[in-house]
């Protein structure tokens, strides 16, 4: 498939890249190295439509396409995938809100975090249950007009810091994947307590919570789309969600890739600086080789994904996010060989892209989940 970016997707990347430069990458090693959320940081991308471009241009939002959406998360994390994260995270479950939610949850709850005010969330995960989202043991009981919300979900991003989130819980515990429920759940309910997960090996600028739901109760109009039809509803989204973690792969790939790049042509050793030794020449040349493919890769996936091509967007996002995390980590691991001992320490950004491109491969389902799927659609 060929394809060439608009007018218009190269001034959006023009614009978050000099975003990027001006205001994320000066203070990026001190959101990381004191794990500080970047409120302000937040609201400021909000002015320029970064956050949550996905949202419709009626509720405050900037209406992007999936490519112009995938261009502002690629270039948030090339920037600093830790305060990237942040930023970019800022509106998870919305567009299971866009989709399926009422339309008092759109007028009150879009513009909020489309301009910047709040943070959402998307608890899905479990302690025990990750990949496996049949799995999840939170549960919803019916009592009255109210369902009564009992469970523990864990790796929460926004935990701490969202004002609203989407909860997936079994409504029919027996039915498996198809009795799943999606609620609207304002995270300043009785029952809700949330612990900021603070051990983290990279994106520490990021907000990650554990979430304890204990007798949260909820109206029943806070359900999102239909009983027991949150697994089906999901699943729409997932091609969308691998292919933002691709996106996420290739900024902070290129990132390590520019700080090699600078390092490379300042360093001296032997009277030369070392971008003249052909050694160092050959990683370069294989690390931007394989930032381009995954970039197009994950471009094709965007693509796929935004002319709603279902069986072909979950094919070719799976192929995305896991051929640009494993690209990610190994471009990161080559920029800090690169440095040479600078890049062992946090002096330079290169132990920290190294980090920060770990997590992509674990998070949206693992390497391994993703080879299952491409086998699946493929045999």
Same mark, same amino acid.
């Given at each position: ?252 790939? #290129?990132?390590?890739? *520019?700080? %090699?790049?600078? @390092? ?5 050793? =032997?009277?030369?600086? !070392? +971008? ?30 935004? #002319?709603?091509?279902? *069986?072909? %967007?979950?094919? @070719? ?5 896991? =051929?640009?995390?494993? !690209? +990610? ?51």
């Amino acid at each position: 498939m060929a394809f060439q970016l608009s007018a218009e997707h190269e001034a959006i990347r023009d614009a978050v890249r000099e975003f990027g430069e001006n205001e994320l990458k000066p203070v990026a090693e001190e959101h990381d190295r004191e794990h500080k959320y970047p409120e302000e940081l937040r609201r400021k991308a909000a002015e320029y439509d970064f956050v949550a471009p996905n949202i419709p241009i009626e509720y405050d939002g900037a209406g992007m396409d999936k490519i112009s959406s995938t261009i502002v998360t690629e270039e948030l994390w090339r920037a600093d995938p830790g305060i990237g994260s942040a930023v970019g995270s800022a509106g998870f479950g919305t567009d299971m809100i866009i989709e399926f939610g009422d339309d008092w949850m759109k007028e009150k709850w879009l513009p909020k975090i489309a301009n910047g005010e709040t943070a959402s969330c998307s608890m899905i995960s479990e302690p025990a249950h990750g990949s496996n989202v049949a799995g999840i043991e939170t549960v919803a009981e019916k009592d009255g007009d109210e369902y009564v919300l009992n469970g523990n979900k864990m790796w929460i991003t926004n935990g701490t810091v969202a004002d609203v989130g989407v909860l997936m819980a079994k409504t029919s515990p027996d039915e498996g994947h198809k009795g799943i429920t999606a609620f609207l759940v304002e995270m300043d309910r009785d029952g809700i307590e949330t612990d900021k997960i603070t051990n983290k090996l990279g994106i520490r600028a990021s907000d990650l919570a554990e979430v304890v739901v204990d007798d949260v109760r909820v109206p029943e109009e806070n359900v999102i789309g239909e009983v027991d039809e949150g697994f089906y509803q999901l699943m729409e989204f997932f091609a969308s969600g691998r292919t933002s973690v691709a996106a996420q792969a290739v900024g902070a790939a #290129q990132g390590a890739l *520019d700080a %090699a790049i600078e @390092y490379a042509n300042q360093r001296e050793q =032997f009277d030369q600086k !070392i +971008s003249d030794f052909q050694a160092i020449q050959h990683k370069i040349a294989e690390m931007a080789t394989k930032v381009e493919a995954a970039r197009s890769l994950t471009y094709r996936a965007a693509t796929q994904v935004e #002319q709603e091509n279902q *069986d072909v %967007a979950a094919q @070719y996002s799976s192929m995305a996010k896991y =051929f640009a995390s494993e !690209i +990610s980590v190994e471009v990161a691991d080559e920029g800090i060989q690169v440095h040479g001992g600078s890049g062992y320490v946090t002096d330079y950004p290169a132990e920290r892209y190294y980090r920060d491109a770990r997590i992509t491969k674990i998070y949206e389902g693992t390497s391994e989940i993703q080879k299952n799927i491409i086998a699946d659609q493929i045999l």
